[in-house]
């Protein structure tokens, strides 16, 4: 009888653990990573699972982001996308101060862009426009 209580309790933590890693609808990249990383950073498992789930079609996403500095989902976050001060506190250096993370703006399904709560950092010369 315990076996399967565990079994159950198991079946019903794999539930909740996607429950609560799955992209939201509309949620965009910015958001869904930063969402994220209070999980912690493991390379690129968030970023990757996004793609999966909202933007399939993003094929080049992880060789993009690591063009502009994103090589994991950490570094997505200090290097590709900057808070966009319009939506965030900052102290006198420009540092955001803790606050509650809004909710995303939204992007188009299979989008791979930023809400406006973010700003894109500029591309190295020659790189493409994908924002």
């Keep these: 009888m315990e076996s399967n209580s565990f079994d159950g309790m198991e079946a ?4 909740v653990s996607v429950a609560l890693t799955i992209p939201r609808s509309h949620e965009c990249l910015a958001c ?3 969402r994220m990383l209070e999980f912690g950073c493991h390379g690129t498992q968030w970023m990757l699972r996004y793609q999966e789930l909202r933007a ?12 502009l500095g994103g090589y994991c ?7 590709v996308f900057d808070p966009n ?3 965030f506190a900052t102290d006198d250096h420009g540092e955001v101060i803790d606050q509650p993370m809004l909710a995303c703006f939204g992007v188009r399904v299979g989008s791979t862009q930023p809400c406006s709560l973010w700003l894109g ?10 924002w």
């Design 12 to 15: 019903e933590l794999r539930e």
């Design 32 to 34: 869904y990573v930063h």
């Design 56 to 67: 399939p079609r993003a094929t080049a996403l992880e060789r993009r982001m690591a063009l």
């Design 73 to 79: 989902d950490c570094e997505l976050m200090m290097n």
């Design 85 to 87: 001060p319009r939506f």
């Design 121 to 130: 950092l500029p591309r190295p010369y020659g790189y493409p426009r994908w």
